[in-house]
């Protein structure tokens, strides 16, 4: 048994059991994850667990795994951050996804009017820490007008030094991230946003792949939905999918729902990156986790057909997915490894925004969040600092 250190509390201990228990990186079978006052302690054989611990069987064939992070959560449970930028809907939107398996998020805003983005800035401090929420992911307004998918156009703004005033804020915000077109910013601005700490993505850019190389030296750290909102990848001009292929060093968000990219396309991406540099997101919106067909993004009526989200001008609106939809598409449509689907939806995420120690891997030390799957990878239940959920 992997112990862990003797200086908490010796109250609230307790053991999930599972015949099959994926730690981050391997399979444990007949394994128990032992935890006390949220953290876990270490995982062991059934037959080491102490006998006046409280103990959790699984279900004969159930899956017990880190929980899911989702970098990129525009809503659900019929909340929409750019309607509600305040920190009770942040939080509520994390509550929504958490009976899909996702024990903690980014609430993601689009392009939207400064007031607004400000808004969600300021929620974010008081939000970040609860509830599973880990920051915020401001998805523009710094993109690109060429590429602006549902975004609106009057809202894209060309960034200037002087933004980096109130971007600075977002520093204050837990893990947050910043979506933005990396061929229109000013020198200097992208190396002194990420000296704050806050993670830079590209996404919804035309960047070639030299400009998204010399990003990557100024502290690009990531793509955003890749293969969306992006120029594709052909071989005398690679751009942003071919950097993010041939560089280890960026994360690749992918939408695996089936619709936003071809899952022959995503197979490639893993096979180029590996799960290591693969991250699972939802691009979720207001309809998961609610009973939606329609619903209003900045004055567009978004409606929901055979699962696709989709603008009355026929341009997809985010994404009718959760985390564990994501994960099960990745091993049914994209044929991956189920340990690679369940590490791009954990541990891939958590490193990324520099939790790998905390998060997205059951080992000594880290929170007791996780989630219990059938065979089919559908969620039975889910804890969050070792504690059990209850969905309703």
Same mark, same amino acid.
């Given at each position: 048994?992997?112990?862990?250190?003797?200086?908490?509390?010796?109250?609230?201990?307790?053991?999930?059991?599972?015949?099959?228990?994926?730690?981050?990186?391997?399979?444990?079978?007949?394994?128990?994850?032992?935890?006390?006052?949220?953290?876990?302690?270490?995982?062991?054989?059934?037959?080491?667990?102490?006998?006046?611990?409280?103990?959790?069987?699984?279900?004969?064939?159930?899956?017990?795994?880190?929980?899911?992070?989702?970098?990129?959560?525009?809503?659900?449970?019929?909340?929409?951050?750019?309607?509600?930028?305040?920190?009770?809907?942040?939080?509520?939107?994390?509550?929504?996804?958490?009976?899909?398996?996702?024990?903690?998020?980014?609430?993601?805003?689009?392009?939207?009017?400064?007031?607004?983005?400000?808004?969600?800035?300021?929620?974010?401090?008081?939000?970040?820490?609860?509830?599973?929420?880990?920051?915020?992911?401001?998805?523009?307004?710094?993109?690109?007008?060429?590429?602006?998918?549902?975004?609106?156009?009057?809202?894209?703004?060309?960034?200037?030094?002087?933004?980096?005033?109130? %971007?600075?804020?977002?520093?204050?915000?837990?893990?947050?991230?910043?979506?933005?077109?990396?061929?229109?910013?000013?020198?200097?601005?992208?190396?002194?946003?990420?000296? +704050?700490?806050?993670?830079?993505?590209?996404?919804?850019?035309?960047?070639?792949?030299?400009?998204?190389?010399?990003?990557?030296?100024?502290?690009?750290?990531?793509?955003?939905? %890749?293969?969306?909102?992006?120029?594709?990848?052909?071989?005398?001009?690679?751009?942003?999918?071919?950097?993010?292929?041939?560089?280890?060093?960026?994360?690749?968000?992918?939408?695996?729902?089936?619709?936003?990219?071809?899952?022959?396309?995503?197979?490639?991406?893993?096979?180029?990156?590996?799960?290591?540099?693969?991250?699972?997101?939802?691009?979720?919106?207001?309809?998961?986790?609610?009973?939606?067909?329609?619903?209003?993004?900045?004055?567009?009526?978004?409606?929901?057909?055979?699962?696709?989200? +989709?603008?009355?001008?026929? +341009?997809?609106?985010?994404?009718?997915?959760?985390?564990?939809?994501?994960?099960?598409?990745?091993?049914?449509?994209?044929?991956?490894?189920?340990?690679?689907?369940?590490?791009?939806?954990?541990?891939?995420?958590?490193?990324?925004?520099? %939790?790998?120690?905390?998060?997205?891997?059951?080992?000594?030390?880290?929170?007791?969040?996780?989630?219990?799957?059938?065979?089919?990878?559908?969620?039975?239940?889910?804890?969050?600092?070792?504690?059990?959920?209850?969905?309703?």
């Amino acid at each position: 048994m992997q112990q862990g250190q003797d200086t908490v509390a010796c109250h609230g201990h307790h053991a999930v059991l599972g015949h099959r228990v994926f730690d981050g990186r391997r399979w444990h079978d007949n394994a128990a994850v032992l935890m006390r006052d949220g953290r876990i302690l270490g995982l062991a054989a059934w037959g080491e667990v102490p006998n006046d611990w409280p103990q959790r069987r699984l279900p004969d064939g159930a899956l017990l795994a880190p929980g899911f992070i989702d970098l990129q959560v525009n809503g659900g449970g019929g909340i929409l951050l750019n309607d509600s930028p305040t920190a009770e809907g942040m939080r509520a939107i994390a509550r929504a996804h958490r009976r899909y398996g996702t024990t903690a998020c980014l609430p993601t805003m689009i392009t939207d009017s400064r007031q607004q983005t400000q808004a969600a800035v300021a929620a974010a401090r008081k939000a970040a820490g609860s509830d599973g929420v880990l920051g915020l992911h401001l998805e523009g307004p710094f993109i690109s007008p060429a590429r602006p998918g549902i975004h609106r156009a009057d809202h894209i703004a060309v960034p200037h030094l002087s933004d980096l005033d109130w %971007l600075a804020d977002l520093a204050g915000a837990g893990r947050s991230l910043v979506t933005l077109a990396p061929e229109r910013l000013p020198d200097g601005f992208l190396s002194r946003l990420a000296a +704050t700490g806050i993670r830079v993505s590209a996404g919804h850019s035309e960047a070639t792949a030299e400009v998204v190389m010399r990003a990557l030296g100024d502290g690009l750290a990531g793509i955003t939905h %890749l293969f969306n909102a992006m120029p594709p990848f052909a071989g005398r001009e690679p751009g942003i999918v071919g950097a993010a292929f041939a560089e280890q060093g960026l994360t690749a968000g992918i939408i695996v729902d089936g619709i936003h990219v071809d899952p022959i396309a995503v197979r490639a991406a893993f096979a180029a990156k590996g799960a290591d540099g693969m991250a699972l997101v939802t691009d979720a919106m207001p309809s998961v986790g609610a009973r939606l067909n329609q619903f209003q993004l900045m004055g567009r009526t978004i409606s929901l057909h055979k699962g696709r989200l +989709t603008a009355p001008d026929g +341009t997809l609106a985010g994404a009718h997915l959760d985390m564990a939809s994501a994960v099960r598409n990745a091993v049914r449509l994209a044929k991956l490894p189920l340990d690679d689907a369940l590490r791009a939806a954990s541990l891939t995420p958590a490193r990324f925004l520099g %939790l790998e120690r905390e998060r997205g891997a059951l080992i000594c030390d880290a929170r007791g969040d996780m989630v219990a799957l059938t065979p089919d990878l559908d969620v039975i239940r889910t804890w969050v600092e070792g504690e059990e959920q209850c969905h309703v």
